[in-house]
Structure formats: C-alpha cells, structure tokens
Nanobody, 121 residues
C-alpha cells in the first residue's frame, strides 16, 4: 500500500529555517510529479511548490526566493527547504505525489498525513 510519510515540521522563529521531507513507499512503480501544499484551518489547501520527475519546479509567488523544492528519485523522497520563514507561513504542510502503483498500474494522486509548521514572530 502506497504511503507518503512527512517529517521535519516544528516551531521556529521568524527568519529561521526548516526542512521538510516526504518519503514515498509501498510498491511504487513510478513517481511523476511531487509537491507540497499547505492549509490553514478554514481555508483551502494551496500549492506551495511542485517538482516534475525531470526536475522542473513551480512555486507559489509568496514563497519564491525563500523556499526550494528538490527530490531524490532513488529514495522516492521530496524535500522542501524553507528559509526566511514568516509568521504567515504557519500552516499544516502536506506532501503530494502523482504516481503509478506497481499493484494497480493506475496513475493516482496520494497525500501525506500533514506536518505542522509554526513560525513565531
């Protein structure tokens, strides 16, 4: 069964840094796009950053120049390096992947359980 397991969230002061990791496992045949979303209670989940299997990246305007997404295709892991954090970055961050399961051989979207990032002012 496919799982996305996130780690690296926590509490940090404004201006600080955190690195999120998300490892995908469970009979994966191929991973296409991977990304990070975030959500604040009462608001829609929003895209933070995404990366294709070839390494092309896309960022929300609010994080450009501060966040960097990367991936290790051997480890099936995606990372989000977050620098110069601001209080408005506080949210639950979710890992996302479009992948082909070796069991179903059907492309599908998967989500992690979420990791909390809190930035204090």
């Amino acid at each position: 069964q496919v799982q996305l397991v996130e780690s690296g969230g926590g509490l940090v002061q404004a201006g600080g840094s955190l690195r999120l990791s998300c490892a995908a496992s469970g009979g994966i045949f191929r991973i296409n796009g991977m990304g990070w979303y975030r959500q604040i209670p009462g608001k829609q989940r929003e895209l933070v950053a995404a990366i294709t299997s070839g390494g092309s990246t896309n960022y929300a305007d609010s994080v450009k120049g501060r966040f960097t997404i990367s991936r290790d295709n051997v480890k099936n892991t995606v990372y989000l390096q977050m620098n110069s954090l601001k209080p408005e970055d506080t949210a639950t961050y979710y890992c996302n992947a479009w992948l082909l399961s070796g069991v179903t051989m059907i492309p599908a979207e998967y989500w992690g359980q979420g990791t909390q990032v809190t930035v204090s002012s």
